[in-house]
């Protein structure tokens, strides 16, 4: 098992930033790609950003492209997502999730295990 704890997460104006952390522990090993989604109240969740555990590749989605850095600390076993510029339209519950998976990563359904999410306001 991996178990998942974000946190960062706050209420923020409009332009500004916020770095959420997930420290991921347990069986770590196991672990090949880390992503962060969110979810909006009403809403699906949708992904965010993925990152492999081991090595650079990185995927984000088009609405946080140019303004979220996904980043990892592999000494520390922590993922972090760097939000800047945020707008409204980014309040949500952000939740890191973990996959031994490659493929098709852009669905919540790839991924073994979560966090239990973090909430981000900005208002504007």
């Known amino acids: 098992q991996v178990q998942l704890v974000e946190s960062g997460g706050e209420l923020v104006e409009a332009g500004g930033s916020l770095r959420l952390s997930c420290a991921a522990s347990?069986?770590?090993?196991?672990?090949?790609?880390l992503g962060w989604f969110r979810q909006a109240p009403g809403k699906e969740r949708e992904i965010v950003a993925t990152?492999?555990?081991?090595?650079?590749?990185?995927y984000y989605a088009d609405s946080v492209k140019g303004r979220f850095i996904i980043s990892r600390d592999n000494a520390k076993n922590t993922v972090y997502l760097q939000m800047n510029s945020l707008k409204p339209e980014d309040t949500a519950v952000y939740y890191c999730?973990?996959?031994?998976?490659?493929?098709?990563?852009?669905?919540?359904?790839?991924?073994?295990?979560w966090g239990q999410g973090t909430q981000v306001s900005v208002a504007s």
């Open positions: 999730a973990a996959t031994p998976r490659v493929y098709d990563l852009q669905y919540a359904g790839r991924y073994d295990y």
């Open positions: 347990g069986r770590t090993f196991s672990i090949v790609t």
């Open positions: 990152l492999r555990w081991s090595g650079s590749r990185t």
